[in-house]
């Protein structure tokens, strides 16, 4: 059973700094991973997703992977009150139907 | 572009009841579509998938099912309702890579 770990927070972080939330997963050979962006009381919206080693970036967000460590960051730049909610990392769980593992999630709280 | 569509939005039904929910997703074929249960400050649980009309796999036992009779269209069902189905149902599509993308959700509450 693949597992993906994530510190459930709360994170809180002022205006303007960087907010970094951390995944870790159990399965070596997982080759993709995404993270999803919930606010309170909508559905999962995919922000990032990530395949090779290193970073990618979009706009204020990056995603860092590190394959060696079993793990993979999203970081926030410039943290906007508009950025609180609760990010989830998912890994493929590798069935035929292309389903995903989720961590329970990070609630961030970006403070004005 | 692809939507997704869930209804009804919130639903509140009494212990012992049935329930159906429908999930359609438009501007794709053959998607892979999955139904998730999200408790309340819980992470998300695959209940259902869907490789194509008529097949279903089941990632729990428990007394929901699910039904795909069009290619385009995922229901989930229960004949009797027990308190603890509440909660945040969610329907996703998928069809290239594993990116899944969530409808907006029903929001269970059984009483």
């Known amino acids: 059973q693949k597992e993906v770990e994530q510190n459930s927070g709360p994170l809180s972080v002022p205006e303007g700094a960087i907010a970094s939330l951390n995944c870790t997963y159990s399965?070596?050979?997982?080759?993709?991973f995404f993270w999803y962006r919930q606010y309170s009381g909508k559905s999962p919206e995919l922000i990032m997703f990530?395949?090779?080693?290193g970073d990618k970036e979009d706009g204020r967000f990056t995603a860092q992977l590190n394959k060696a460590s079993q793990y993979v960051s999203l970081l926030i730049r410039d943290s906007q009150p508009s950025d609180s909610a609760t990010y989830l990392c998912a890994v493929p769980s590798g069935g035929s139907a292309r389903q995903l593992t989720f961590g329970s999630g990070t609630q961030l709280t970006v403070l004005p | 572009s692809q939507t997704i569509h869930q209804w009804p939005a919130t639903l509140v039904q009494p212990v012992g009841s049935p329930l159906s929910l429908e999930c359609t997703v438009e501007g794709t074929s053959n998607p892979n579509l999955y139904w998730y249960r999200q408790a309340a400050g819980r992470g998300l649980q695959l209940l259902f998938y869907?490789?194509?009309?008529?097949?279903i796999s089941s990632e729990v036992p428990q007394n929901l099912s699910a039904s795909r009779p069009q290619d385009r269209q995922f229901i989930l069902s229960s004949k009797k309702l027990l308190l603890s189905d509440s909660g945040f149902y969610l329907c996703a599509w998928s069809v290239l890579g594993h990116e899944q993308f969530f409808g907006p959700g029903t929001r269970l509450t059984v009483l």
């Open positions: 990530i395949y090779s080693n």
């Open positions: 399965d070596r050979g997982s080759q993709s």
């Open positions: 869907s490789v194509g009309i008529g097949q």
